[in-house]
T-cell receptor, first 114, second 115 residues
Framework: ETGVTQSPTHLIKTRGQQVTLRCSSQ?????VSWYQQALGQGPQFIFQ???????GRGNFPPRFSGLQFPNYSSELNVNALELDDSALYLC?????????????FGSGTRLTVV | AQTVTQSQPEMSVQEAETVTLSCTYD???????LFWYKQPPSRQMILVIR??????QNATENRFSVNFQKAAKSFSLKISDSQLGDAAMYFC????????????FGRGTQLTVWP
């Protein structure tokens, strides 16, 4: 059992629309990180939340935003979708704020923008 | 910033044989960790093995072991007695404390295991 659940598993949106992806972390995991994995590439870091505050961000524009809630769930929001946003979006949770503590990944949401 | 190079886009191995996946990296950190993750068709990233850079001894986890050459910034993964379930995309990822929780992944190596 993964311990990290992402929904939906697949999603198709139209260019210009907005999308919300959801992640449910393991109980007690105060940190959640989001990654974008384009086809044939390794995952790229979007941002990280620790105890409901953003504490690190990769090279992604402000239309990528997130929220983390006290019940260990989190959201990734993307506004004004572009075709290049088509990718697998992974969330990962951990007890502490570093991967040395051990990240648990979800199975991702496959987003297709048409 | 950290960079990762996985020079083998694809590798294949016969079941029960041994295969080595290569990874080189660049980092300005003096203390860091190195990870190998696998991503099977289920898409979930699964930690295979990790190495703390200050440790000279190579990490081992059952059939998985690493050859860590700190001066050369090389971190290869050896899979012994390969099994069909080892078939997956493998990613190398260094991590240093200055990047907070950010992992830098390579482009991956697709491993095929033949029966």
């Amino acid at each position: 059992e993964t311990g990290v659940t992402q929904s939906p598993t697949h999603l198709i949106k139209t260019r210009g629309q907005q999308v919300t992806l959801r992640c449910s972390s393991q109980s007690g995991h105060n940190t959640v990180s989001w990654y974008q994995q384009a086809l044939g590439q390794g995952p790229q870091f979007i941002f990280q939340y620790y105890r409901e505050e953003e504490n690190g961000r990769g090279n992604f524009p402000p239309r990528f935003s997130g929220l983390q809630f006290p019940n260990y769930s989190s959201e990734l929001n993307v506004n004004a979708l572009e075709l290049d946003d088509s990718a697998l979006y992974l969330c990962a949770s951990s007890l502490g704020d570093s991967p040395a503590d051990g990240y648990t990944f979800g199975s991702g949401t496959r987003l297709t923008v048409v | 910033a950290q960079t990762v190079t996985q020079s083998q886009p694809e590798m294949s191995v016969q079941e029960a044989e041994t295969v080595t996946l290569s990874c080189t990296y660049d980092t300005s950190e003096s203390d860091y960790y190195l990870f190998w993750y696998k991503q099977p068709p289920s898409r979930q990233m699964i930690l295979v093995i990790r190495q703390e850079a200050y440790k000279q001894q190579n990490a081992t986890e059952n059939r998985f072991s690493v050859n860590f050459q700190k001066a050369a910034k090389s971190f290869s993964l050896k899979i012994s007695d390969s099994q069909l379930g080892d078939a997956a995309m493998y990613f190398c990822a260094p991590w240093g404390g200055s990047t907070l929780g950010r992992l830098y992944f390579g482009r991956g190596t697709q491993l095929t295991v033949w029966p």
